[in-house]
T-cell receptor, first 110, second 112 residues
Framework: GEDVEQSLFLSVREGDSSVINCTYT??????LYWYKQEPGAGLQLLTY?????DMKQDQRLTVLLNKKDKHLSLRIADTQTGDSAIYFC??????????FGTGTQLKVEL | NAGVTQTPKFQVLKTGQSMTLQCAQD?????MSWYRQDPGMGLRLIHY???????DQGEVPNGYNVSRSTTEDFPLRLLSAAPSQTSVYFC???????????FGPGTRLTVT
């Protein structure tokens, strides 16, 4: 079945850029997503990218998609303490079900 | 709109007990899903529904039942709780023409 992988932890200083990486295996993915989960809360959709795009920018967020390598990344510019959370990538494969990565815990240090 | 609501927020069960986790949405969404979240494993799909009267199994369905008698409600039943079902459970919904899933706040379940 589909497999989506992420590194578990990332620590950055406030004001630096954060880059969270994700790899997936299903080449029929149509949409790929980034979700944010704050402590004790559900998941919130941050941004998404269609599989026919290679980049999407949304304010401080930049999503890069390398479809050949099945690699997705999320760059957060000027990272703030409020960005501390768990970030999940997810894709739909060729159907309606979302497959989530393991999540990356982002810690922003002063 | 209240969005996706889940009850209870916290629950402790003894092994062998049964219970139902409630999920409701007021957005008239066709698709609803149940996930469990465990440390280091992300979210795994338990069951999902593409409309009232239609349900299907996800990645980890064993030990759980669902039904979808109305568009709004999608309860998850644990028939005989086991310690391996200790987890945080999330319900989610989305519209047929939408790419965005909306998540509930979660239910933290502990089975002793």
């Amino acid at each position: 079945g589909e497999d989506v992988e992420q590194s578990l932890f990332l620590s950055v200083r406030e004001g630096d850029s954060s880059v969270i990486n994700c790899t997936y295996t299903d080449s029929s993915s149509t949409y790929l997503y980034w979700y944010k989960q704050e402590p004790g809360a559900g998941l919130q959709l941050l941004t998404y990218i269609f599989s026919n795009m290679d980049m999407k920018q949304d304010q401080r967020l930049t999503v890069l998609l390398n479809k050949k390598d099945k690699h997705l990344s999320l760059r957060i510019a000027d990272t703030q303490t409020g960005d501390s959370a768990i970030y999940f990538c997810a894709d739909t494969g060729g159907g309606n079900k979302l497959t989530f990565g393991t999540g990356t815990q982002l810690k922003v240090e002063l | 709109n209240a969005g996706v609501t889940q009850t209870p927020k916290f629950q402790v069960l003894k092994t062998g007990q049964s219970m139902t986790l409630q999920c409701a949405q007021d957005m008239n969404h066709e698709y609803m899903s149940w996930y469990r979240q465990d440390p280091g494993m992300g979210l795994r799909l338990i069951h999902y529904s593409v409309g009232a009267g239609i349900t299907d199994q996800g990645e980890v369905p064993n030990g759980y039942n669902v039904s979808r008698s109305t568009t709004e409600d999608f309860p998850l039943r644990l028939l005989s709780a086991a310690p391996s079902q200790t987890s945080v459970y999330f319900c989610a919904s989305r519209g047929e023409a939408s790419y965005e899933q909306y998540f509930g706040p979660g239910t933290r379940l502990t089975v002793t």
